[in-house]
């Protein structure tokens, strides 16, 4: 993938980049200055759905080669595009450590609900030979058994980094039908106690406080300062 380097900094030299049908990005790593690079979007975005987060990278910058892992990847919140990406400069026959996604397959035991706890697993790998997943079957698992981390087949070469004994998946038993008519009815009662307590409250807060003396606004007397000059006068 051939990267360009970048002389214009800044949000209106990242628009233009972006513009030209490239994305941002700095290269780093090995004791290396921070190099402001360009990638190509669409081959970037193509390797993405390829290989992974952890595609491995051979770029081409300024007539050498480096290989590089995406480490951190920013995408504009609503139309999802790629903003800007931290790439990490690897070598081959070095050990990194990356996170690695899980891919649950097969069917939940009759009766069973799916507890997915883990969706990634961190593991120690050799540069060039980095896992795209790893996939974990749950047919035969029975209600109350579980898929720990240790029970996971990871390629040769590949270190677990993840506790062994962290949950991947556990098979809970799915609720019956009275046990979630009980959890509404008991969420509607929460509801109604919530709503009854906060009108309460709201009327307490409206009364008037004992010993305050409250104007009678239809005959024009009460009020502690007329009392006060009525006495005054007498």
């Not at 193509?46 to 290989?51: C, M, S």
């Amino acid at each position: 993938m051939s990267a360009e380097p970048r002389t214009e900094f800044g949000k209106g030299g990242a628009r233009r980049v972006r513009r030209s049908g490239r994305v941002p990005a700095v290269l780093y790593g090995h004791g290396t200055e921070p190099r402001h690079i360009s990638l190509p979007s669409r081959d970037f975005e193509h390797a993405l759905r390829t290989d992974g987060a952890n595609v491995l990278l051979a770029l081409a910058i300024d007539g050498s080669d480096e290989l590089a892992l995406p480490k951190s990847i920013q995408r504009d919140p609503v139309r999802g595009s790629i903003e800007h990406i931290d790439l990490i400069l690897v070598r081959r026959g070095e050990k990194i450590t990356v996170e690695v996604q899980v891919q649950v397959v097969g069917d939940v035991a009759p009766g069973g609900l799916l507890d997915t706890q883990l969706t990634t697993l961190s593991v120690a790998a050799e540069a060039t030979h980095i896992p795209t997943g790893f996939e974990v079957s749950i047919d035969g698992l029975a209600i109350g058994e579980a898929i720990h981390a240790k029970d996971v087949s990871l390629p040769s070469g590949t270190e677990l980094m993840t506790d062994p004994e962290a949950v991947v998946v556990h098979i809970l038993a799915a609720p019956t039908a009275e046990e979630l008519e009980a959890d509404l009815t008991a969420a509607e009662a929460e509801l109604g106690a919530g709503a009854a307590g906060a009108e309460a409250q709201a009327e307490a807060e409206e009364a008037p406080a004992e010993g305050d003396v409250v104007p009678d606004t239809e005959s024009g007397e009460g009020g502690p300062a007329e009392a006060s000059a009525d006495t005054a006068g007498e």
